[in-house]
């Protein structure tokens, strides 16, 4: 594993060292590391990049990293990975992604993630995405998730994209068997001209599933973000989304927020503000010492804590 | 002025007779009546099917009647009117629409709309849409409003659809000068397996221009509904957009509104909800006496009042 690489893992993965856990580390399109447990076991595609990520029914408390970083200019990644969760397992997957431009060329990741939760399954999955280096080509990722929770299912994505990404497209499906709930808390951060477009469609199939989805997004100096939902709602379910953003300077946000119901007994909320931070909030941190910029950042970072 | 006419008049204008006001009558593509006033002058387009309505800078108070009517199938009416609103003028404008079909081919009416405020002037538009009689034949009622409203002007919309109409396809847009505001109140009823559309775009293009959208719906059977909304703040600006909906039997209600901040200063919130009639609401009144389908039916009058 490449220098850039162990910095990237610091960042997108809390990365202390080779974890006592199942692991795979993608870096440029290759494999710096795997290790699979008794209980889970990772295993190369044959037919395309990635690999196949098989979690035993019940399986509990055990977690699983797969970062991926791309650590020079030229680089066009296309990964695909997909998560079998057994029955009644419980486990937390660690996927962050980090990209590195050196150069006047792109570095570019795919990553195309599929979920299968088998009954009664849980999986919290956190994945964090940065940008790094100096060069002048763009860093791009490209996450695209779909997931297939079956009956009482839970999964919660927790995504951050915290800086230095030019361009992102997020593109996230689920499908919800009966009892099954989603919770999706998103957090985008965009700067310069930077542009983020993130796109959900959840599909409320089954008797008495939920979802919960929530986005913070800032768009700073010419930055530009995009955020779709559409939450669809084809049982007696509920759906909640909401989208809170805060546009500074030249910054500008999109909100689309699409609800339907198929049934009568679908109940779909939806919630979107946007605006910039409240004048009365920095004079307060200002009145405490601090300068406008200092009680600009601080409540940005509150708000996408 | 025939027979149906009249009775349509009673519905979607509160007609009492030839009203003292400015006002014109359309009647399956023809003009069944008109009379301008001192300060209201109403013409016939030369180019094309419709009317212009001027109305004096400074006219206070008065009002101008311009409903449409389709009094059997085989009709397809296209009309454009076009509203002058004089600087500092304050008129209320009644534009209902009735089609009744009794035959196997579509009544059909088109009316495109535009309004122009003067600085300082404003509207409260008024508008009931209904479709009657016994026919197979589709009525059908496409509204297009377009609205520039200049420095400080004002324009409030309340239009119902009430019953009868199959189809309906509704397009609004406005663009609002420094400190306009708009003000939108929408209701829509569908059943059986009617189908309605109603789409807005509001560019608060002015600093301090202010929109406030509320819509509310009502589902029964196998109808459906599509809402879609789009607030565009371009300055320092303040916008809401509110829809609820009631779903019953099989109906079907998609909202999609949509936000986008082009200004640091604009401030932009909306909210949805889509869901039945709850529970407790029907028991509550059912222990008055009403029966389930009474309790239903008081319920919806009251949300669409």
Redesign the interface.
Known sequence: MNKITEELLKIVSDWKGIPDAAYNIREDTGCAGRRSTENIRIDSKTDKPGIDIRVKPGTRGEMVYIPACVTHSAVDDLVYNDFYIGAGADVTIVAGCGVHSDGEEEAKHNGIHRFFLEKGARVLYLEKHIGTGGGAGARVINPVTDAELAEDAYMEMNTTQIGGVDSTLRKTTAVLGKNARMVVKEKLLTEGVQTAESDFVITLAGEGSGAHLISRSVAKQRSSQLFRSRLI?EAACSGHSECD?I????????????????N?????????????IAGEQITKLMTLGLTEKQAEEKIIEGFLK
């Open positions: 709602g953003a546009i500074m300077d030249d910054g500008v946000v999109s909100a689309i927020p699409e609800l339907t119901a198929h009568v007994d679908a109940a779909l909320i939806h919630e979107a503000a946007i605006g910039k």
